[in-house]
């Protein structure tokens, strides 16, 4: 589960440091560009896949078990 994790986080990364059309064009990527600006959007999905990373390779290593349930 950890490694989906890092692999969505890079996926986001890429997306916002790319723009990539279908990316930032997503629903809720529009949103968060109305909210603050195209600029500020990349920024914050390229902080929330850097989130992903390092919580998946965290959970991948085994230095944090994931949640129960």
Same mark, same amino acid.
């Given at each position: 589960?950890?490694?989906?994790? #890092? +692999? %969505?986080?890079?996926?986001?990364?890429? !997306?916002? *440091?790319?723009?990539? !059309?279908?990316?930032?064009?997503? =629903?809720?990527? =529009?949103?968060? %560009?109305?909210?603050?600006? =195209? *600029? +500020? &959007? =990349?920024?914050?999905?390229? +902080?929330? !896949? &850097?989130?992903? %990373?390092? *919580?998946?390779?965290?959970?991948?290593? !085994? %230095?944090?078990?994931? +949640? #129960?349930?």
């Amino acid at each position: 589960m950890g490694w989906v994790l #890092a +692999a %969505v986080g890079v996926f986001a990364i890429c !997306g916002a *440091t790319f723009e990539w !059309g279908f990316f930032m064009n997503h =629903r809720k990527a =529009r949103f968060l %560009v109305s909210l603050f600006g =195209r *600029t +500020a &959007a =990349r920024i914050i999905y390229m +902080a929330l !896949g &850097a989130g992903l %990373v390092v *919580t998946g390779l965290l959970i991948g290593m !085994g %230095v944090v078990q994931k +949640a #129960a349930g």
